[in-house]
């Protein structure tokens, strides 16, 4: 709050449990309706929602709760809800920031029953020779990661949400993990998907590849509960890194280093960390004066005589071709900083409070320069926006993809619009998370002085104005929030025609009653 | 022939055009029924087209031909379709093996329309910024090469039926490239599409990722041609090739070399070009003695410092592990072999006979080693088939992908299998074409002396054993021939049970009165 130089010192402090007030439960079931666990499951963790838990404002929280244990649990429960006319909301981490688990449905149904698959975390078979995990859907990323770790295995896929969210959320919404390039989607880890649909038992064969008619999963990849449950899913997992080379470039500014981003996606080199960070986002994170622009540049591979350093040196020569300056090889000796060949993944973040500095170990490895200071400030966010809103502090971010001819233009339309939409005195900062031969994956984070008592107002001002531009600026609603029950209006702007007419009607053949997570995706 | 030691020498005639009976066309259509255009759209290329084309067997021929040049008239021949309940087969290069574009419908038809899109072949427009082209379905590979090249672009794609195949019926189809690892499919290359749906005009925006929802443009990839008409698409392209590098390995065995290529799948280098040929296929192509196996090893970019050679170095040394022993750089002075810098695309075979060697040029640059010895016998195969088909040889090929955990017993099981289906002294041989981390895409070549008079039957023998042994091992009844008419009993039983409800759903809504490809991947 401070760095800002806005938001209050006066840290409002959540509403007591026991002064919640919740509706009834609109229907008997054989589930939990405890106020505690039907709170839990009330919100994800947008901004909006961190306000109204804040505040202790819970007008829609779910009836029931069920934990099933099993596929057969899940499918009782789909019947279950059917025959009551209640509606699902598949529940895994919580950590939705569009509104996916908010527990507002049309009126025709008499109830809402949260489906939480946090009892399902297994890792129920490895196979080291295809490199292959069968996991269970309600895994979250450090539960998976550690069973996976006994087989000397890692999945290796980091998003922000990482220590909370679970497989099944991850697939259900197309989350993005760390890698800049190739796999930034969860999409391409999925081997093969087991789910439960009203309709029957989806099981998809486990195969690298094939060109058998549509391709299944990707149905249900990005179907956001609305198809079926994901139960569990066979993974491609990986062995851990064994070979990294990583370095900071600087740049005099965004669009140069974007330029030189440009140049990095199309050469082939596929580099697994390439975040362009702006200068106001580098200031803000610790890393920068807030001029110019700032490279996280690294390379991975599970085979350890992988030649991160040709690739490296071929990247940083691309970088200073377009002006950019490699930082040294910071706290390291000279040589070694490049090839480090530790393990390290990120340790869970058991009880440490919020704000305070990301925990050793992470997604990219040690060292203490720019580049690790990048990924420290990237494991904290999540924590750090829950406290910055307690000072008053209007936070939030929005992602989007688009492609390069485009960027210019519209990265420049985005910002100003968005600016134009906060009081001052605003911050709207951006990085590149992701990157493609084709195009960018901007992320914007937007910090403002809320005004207390308004916030919601202002934050729908600021996301309506941010959304237009994006769509008008021929960009995606997300790259990998998904689209949840916020991003409706753009969603259906944005696809196909003729392909909203097909998922609604593979909707109608897979969940006849329309009881999954009815308002999201479908009309 | 003689190589194969079966086969006769009595080659047989192609039967002449003027002794073909078609059965008259069964609608007035605004569009051609002349015989030839009937006739030249009546089959595909598959070993049982070929058979009946040869002996001039045209039981099936499409009632009508049109040949629209654009969207409006694409349109206009799906109405006209719909309202004289006449079927619609998008048709593009003709290079189905799986009975894809056979005019073979339900008989609640009154008659079939081919829908040939070789007129749509421009390109349309290029972002050389974003590395993009919007190409018209119906151009074929080397008329939209030769386009693209006029800016210094290449959409690098080149399947073995690459002079005749089109963009729309690539993408219908998810058909494999040449690429080994990494972009394998065309899927992957596919930006946006526009297609003509009866129930309305497709079109995606273009984007480099997305995760709004379910990927919109996977429904239509791998559709063939049932969902709607591909009209034209954003493709991603790149830069020609600057950097190079390959060579071949021999290994003692096939089992041993699989072994390697397994490692080589998980190292994360991805090399462009990794096929493992068996003994059996490298004595066939010239390039062995029948024994062992040989793997064509290769990297290149479109970046003139990308570091091909410390990746091709590391790539040797994980082979040499496991027993392979890399060829001397032949024809070339060592030191520039491997590093080759020269471009090189595919030229037209034009006029040149069935079974001459492969055109000067091709998808994996020059030198006269086994290397080149490959490219050579890649990319005459199709046109030797032919002539083999006249000289009383039962020829065909058939793929698939599995996990590596399975594919030494699948592998046993599939080749043992297929063998016993066959008449002696027949000949099954297996090249791995494309390979994943999870496991690899076996390539399955059959020769046998044919019974003349009863080539279909025995076709038909080998095709159903070889296909149960596929399914029965885990694998795929294809990675990238579709399904077609010819897949469609393992197809239903591979798929997920709620997928096909969901396909069949969107099918209806997208497709109300079922004209479009009647009979493939809905049944």
Partial sequence: VQRLGFGSADVEQPAPLQAVRLPPPRVESPYSSSVADRIRHAYGRSYPDTIRALRGHFEHP????????????????????????????????????????????????????????????????????????????????????????????????????????????????????HFATLQTHIDELVQAIRAIAPAGEWESRRLPGSGAGPAPDRLLIGSEGTLGVIASAWMRVRARPASRASRAVAFDSFAVGAEAVRVLSQSGLNPSNCRLVDGLEAEMTGLGDGGGALLVLGFESGDDGYPVQALLTRALAICAAHGGRAEPPAG?????????????????????????????????????DAVSGWRAAFLAMPYLRDALVQCGVLCDTFETAVTWERFPAFHESVLTATRESLPQPRRVSCRLTHV????????????????????????????????????????????????????????????????????????????????????????
Wanted: negative net charge.
């Fill in 62 to 177: 779910p009836d029931a709760v069920a934990f099933p244990a099993s596929e057969v649990e899940i499918e009782a429960a789909l019947e279950w809800a059917a025959s009551a006319n209640v509606a699902v909301i598949p529940y895994g981490g919580g950590t939705s920031v569009v509104g996916g688990v908010e527990p507002i449905v049309p009126d025709r149904f008499d109830g809402v029953l949260s489906l939480d698959l946090s009892r399902m975390k297994r890792v129920l078979e490895v196979d080291e020779v295809s490199r292959s995990a069968l996991i269970e859907a309600g895994a979250n990323g450090p539960e998976l990661e550690r069973q996976l770790a006994t087989r000397g295995l890692t999945m290796r896929f980091y998003p922000q949400s990482f220590e909370l969210a679970s497989l099944g959320g991850m697939i259900a919404t197309r989350a993005g993990g």
């Fill in 332 to 368: 390291t000796p000279a040589g070694t900083a490049d090839a480090s060949r530790s393990g390290g993944e990120p340790s869970r973040r058991d009880g440490s409070p919020a704000g305070s500095p990301a925990p050793g170990g992470d997604p990219n490895g040690g060292g203490h």
């Fill in 436 to 523: 493609y031969a084709d195009g960018p994956a901007p992320y914007y984070t937007v910090l403002a002085p809320a005004r207390r008592g308004h916030e919601l107002e202002q934050w729908q001002a600021m996301k309506v104005t941010a959304s237009d531009a994006i769509l008008a600026g021929g960009g995606t609603i997300t790259h990998h929030h998904a689209v949840g029950r916020d991003h409706m209006p753009w969603y259906e702007r944005q696809r196909p025609q003729p392909f909203a007419l097909a998922l609604s009607a593979a909707k109608s053949a897979l969940d006849p009653a329309g009881i999954l997570n009815p308002g999201v995706l479908i009309g």
